[in-house]
Structures are given as C-alpha cells and as structure tokens.
C-alpha cells in the first residue's frame, strides 16, 4: 500500500487536473452553472420545511436550518459514491491506453464532489448571516454560529475518508459487476432516511424521553451508522446555537466519545479496506473493461 | 533470427523477456452477479494467449516497426510496455518516459477547450502542469490550431483532434514513443509535418516503437521490424527482409484461400 500512496503521490498533478476538469465540466455546460447545484439542496430544505412545518406541522424550531446543515453534507456523500460507481467505465479508453495509478479516477470523483461541498456551504454561511434563529424561544440575530464550528475540518475529513473508502470499493465492484451501480443506487436512498436528515435525532428514542436509559441505548445504536453519526456531528458544530432538536446535542457525554472514536475507526478503516480491495484489482481493469 | 546489433545504439530502452500474456474469456453472462447468485462464479474462465514468450531487446535511439495482421497481439504487446497490462509471466521492462499516442480523443474531454484538453492529456502523460505550460505554445504551433484553441473539442474534425493528440506526445519529448495506427488520418502536409518530427526524434536518439498496418510507412519509418504471428514472435530482423517475407506469407496465405473457394464454388 505504500509504493501505491507514493505512486499516487507522483501523480497528484493529475488528479489536480482531473478534479479540475469534473469541475469546469460541472459548472461550465450551463448559464448558471455553479448555482444550478446549490437549487437542489435549497429545494429539498425548502420543499421539506412546507411539508413538514407546514402541512404536517412538525412542532420543531430552526427545522430549515437543520435540514440545510444535513442534507449539504448528504449530497457529498450521494454525488461521490454515485458519481464513482460508473467513473472506472466512462474512463475505460484511458485505462486502455495509458498507465497511471487508476485510483486517480474514483478519488477524483469523490475530490470534485468535496470541493462543491466546501462551496456549498458558504450557502449555509449565507444563511446563517440572512436568517435568525431561534434559542430558547428567542430569535438569535445573525450570525450565530459559535466555537463549535472549529470542529468542522474534522469531521469533513472523517467524512472525507468514509466517502473514498466506499468510492474505490464501488467503482471497482462496478468494473466486474455493472449491476453493482443499481444496488448502490438502492442503498444509497434507504441510507438517507436512516440519517437525521428530514426527521431529528430527538425521534430516535424509546417513548417521550430522550435522556431515559432505553433511549440513549437506541440512540448509541443508530449512530453506529457512520453517515447517521457524521451528521449529527455536522449539525452540532454548525448550529451549535439554535435550539437544538435534541436535548442530547447541548451536551457532551462519554456515549458520544466512544460513539466518535467507533465512527473514526470506521472511515479510517473504510478507506483503508477500500484502498486495499481497490489496489488488489486495480491492474485487471483495463483486461475487464 | 537475433537482429543486427550496431554499437553505436545504446543501453536497452525497451525490454520483453518471455513475455506471455492471457486475457481471461468471460462467456456471455460469465463473471455477472447473476452468474454469482448462480454459483457459477467458481468457473474459471479459459484464458486466451495474446502474446506468447515474447523476447526482444529495443536499444535507445531504436526505431522498431510491429506487423502482423489484425488481432496477431501487437496492441497487447503495445499495453504491455505502456504498463497498462501487467505480464502474465515473464517481464516487460521500459526505461525512461514512456508515451503512448493516444487514439483519437482517447485523452480528450469534448466538452472542454483545446487547451484545457492539452492540460489533461500532458497530465495524463505524467507531466506536471508546469512543465506543460512551459511548452504550451510550441504544442499550439505545431498542431496549427491556434484559432481553435479556446473552442470545445466537439467541434473538431477527427483530423484536427489526431493533429492536436500527436502535437501533445511529440512536444513533450518523451524518451519512447509508442506509436499505434494513428499517422493514417491526418491530411497530406500534416503527414509529412509528423515524419519529421519521428525524424527529429531519431537524430535526437530517442526511441520508436511503430504498429502499422501501412508497410510503406513502416520502410519510411524503422529500420527494423519485429513480425507477430498469433502472439508468436515469427521474425525480427532488418525491415525489407522481414516486409518481404510478410508480403509473400500474406500472398501464399491469399493463394490459399483462393484455392479453396475455387474448390468449394
């Protein structure tokens, strides 16, 4: 694994270009290039604060805000692991020809995708300097993100690696078995409603109580999901001064540590399994394809 | 038949030892998760010899022609000394940077610029982005598309993309260039433009390897010709020897094929 790290390190001017060229690819066909990626998640808050502040009347504070802080960190981890499951085939003819470290095209994938997260959340920026928020049933004037935020680079790098572990996987499962992109498919849209996404975490709990002993057990369960984990982490450092959904966000207990050690462990060990499968086969691509 | 060995060629640039290589066939519906959930996964497919002990010596400042007719194993054992497929025993072995003239738009992205495109394809060749703005311009002039080069590469006739691509491998000076078919579609005077620089690259010792199916191109352009047969090295040697015999098994095969239609019609 580690003459495959420098091999890749020797070639990182072409993953440069390469994430450079999704993006310009990206933003280029189009009028509003750049904007057209920012409607969809906007759409999805907006469309998701109607149903269910309005038409189901879903008692919560902030929701809109909630949904944002999520669903941005959601569409980098959807767009990465799809985009890679079909990016060995669209570049067979280069697997073909030329030699260079295939993880080249997957990572690509996943780094153009990160970039447009980055991006996408100065809109979350944008937001919290438009909108108040609410604390304690008082509107919080913007800005009023706090301290909490320097926890964000961690947890995109964390994220980051979850996403290149299940990048190289797929996309090299899909050379041998095209069938794989559609399950990927499939599990990728039932893994949304298993994150606190659309609904808060404050749902995940045995009766009324989210302190009670049976609810904290569940809630320890769910966040072995490292998307469900990563996206709780992100609500908390992004919106550490809005009421939060969930009483258990306010503090910081030795459940969450261990919780965020399980969940380092599993990125960290996603991308590297990832690596080692992805390098195993690396090689035959080109004979497959 | 062991080639002429001239001194003042120099060290090996370009080295196959016993080099087999077997591509395994997957029947129809073989290797599909179907077949998996099946448990037919277990199968082992029957491999395919494309290239079959293949041993030569290529020499720095070497220009090497490849003949044999289609699906004889000259563009496997072209992906195996670009290191796009790894020997399935014996060694390929090249020393120095490698190029390979990308196919027609292999490298290109249609949706971008030409010059964009001359920044990925130089990546893709393993050069860094400076080293490729360093020879943009000259890039640019020798391809004769200046006018073109901040349009999409849609736009471009498959000529102009071939003038651009080999514009791209010969201004990044590389030590060996693999050559695969290509000089074929360009016009007149681009034709003759890129004999030049192949002689330009031959003054500058710097090596050729040359698959065509155009013998004339391949007298022009190698002084010696490695002849496959089936994934079989049938001969090695001086070029007008080798194209000779090759022309006259192409006309006794054609004779005899000849003679069979006669028999059976």
Redesign the interface.
């Known amino acids: 694994m580690l003459t495959d790290l420098r091999e890749l390190y ?2 990182r ?2 993953l ?3 994430v450079a ?1 999704d993006l ?2 990206r933003y ?2 189009s009028a509003l290039g750049f904007l057209w990626s920012l409607i969809n998640p906007l759409m999805q808050m907006v469309v998701l604060t109607v149903i269910f502040k309005f038409v189901l009347r879903y008692k919560v504070e902030n929701y809109s805000a909630w949904v944002l802080a999520a669903i941005l960190p959601w569409s980098f981890f959807q767009n990465s692991i799809l985009d890679a499951a079909q990016s060995i085939l669209i570049h067979y ?8 470290p295939r993880e080249v095209i997957p990572l690509a994938s996943v780094l153009s995708n990160l970039t447009h997260l980055g991006l996408s959340l100065l809109v979350f920026f944008a937001y919290g300097l438009l909108f108040p928020i609410y604390h304690s049933h008082a509107l919080v004037a913007p800005p009023w993100w706090g301290w909490a935020l320097l926890w964000l680079p961690g947890i995109v790098t964390l994220h980051a690696l979850l996403c290149v572990g299940l990048a190289l996987m797929v996309s090299a499962l899909n050379v ?5 992109k559609f399950i990927v498919q499939i599990l990728v849209n039932l893994l949304f409603y298993a994150c606190p996404i659309i609904y808060g975490t404050v749902s995940i709990a045995v009766g009324k109580d989210p302190l009670s002993p049976a609810s904290q057990s569940l809630f320890f369960w769910y966040r072995l999901n490292p998307m469900a984990s990563l996206i709780y982490l992100y609500q908390k450092a992004l919106l550490s001064h809005a009421t939060p959904l969930d009483p258990r966000m306010r503090i910081f207990t030795e459940q969450d540590a261990l919780v965020l050690a399980i969940t380092v462990v599993e990125c960290v060990g996603a991308a590297l399994l990832g690596y080692a499968f992805f390098n195993r086969r690396k ?1 035959e691509f ?2 497959r394809l | 038949m062991r080639p002429p060995s001239s001194p003042e060629l120099g060290r090996p640039a370009l080295l196959a030892e016993g080099l087999w290589k077997a ?2 066939q997957y029947k129809p519906g073989m ?3 179907k077949a ?1 959930f099946a448990f037919q996964a277990r199968q082992k497919p029957e491999p395919v010899w494309a290239l079959r002990d293949l041993t030569f010596t290529v020499r720095a400042g070497e220009s090497v022609a490849v003949i044999g007719r289609n699906g004889s194993g000259k563009s496997t054992l072209l ?1 195996a000394l ?5 020997p399935t025993q014996g060694r390929v072995e090249a020393r120095g940077r ?1 190029a ?1 003239l ?2 027609l ?3 290109f ?1 249609p ?2 610029t030409g010059r ?1 495109n001359i ?2 394809n130089g ?7 400076r080293e490729i703005a360093a020879r943009m311009d000259d890039i640019i002039a020798f391809s004769e598309l200046e006018s073109f080069m901040d349009t999409p590469i849609k736009t471009y006739s498959s000529g102009m993309q071939m003038r651009l691509g080999f514009s791209i491998a010969v201004q990044t000076e590389p030590d060996i260039l693999l050559v695969d078919e290509v000089l074929a579609v360009g016009d007149e005077a681009f034709q003759h433009k890129c004999y030049r620089q192949i002689e330009r690259f031959q003054r500058e010792g710097r090596t050729i390897l040359f698959v065509s199916h155009d013998l004339d191109a391949v007298k022009r352009v190698a002084p010696r010709t490695l002849w496959i047969v089936k994934g079989e090295m049938r001969q090695d040697g001086p070029t007008d020897e080798v194209v000779e015999a090759y022309l006259e098994a192409t006309r006794a095969a054609e004779a005899a094929d000849d003679a069979e239609a006669g028999h059976s019609g």
């Open positions: 020797r070639y001017e072409l440069a270009v390469l060229r310009k690819v280029k066909r003819n280069l697997l073909k020809k030329v030699y260079f041998y078995y095209e069938d794989v090689w080109a004979e | 591509f395994p290797g599909s998760l998996l992906g670009a290191r796009v497929y790894r490698v390979p990308l196919e738009g292999a490298g992205h949706d971008l964009e920044v990925l990546a893709l060749l393993g050069l860094s982005r």
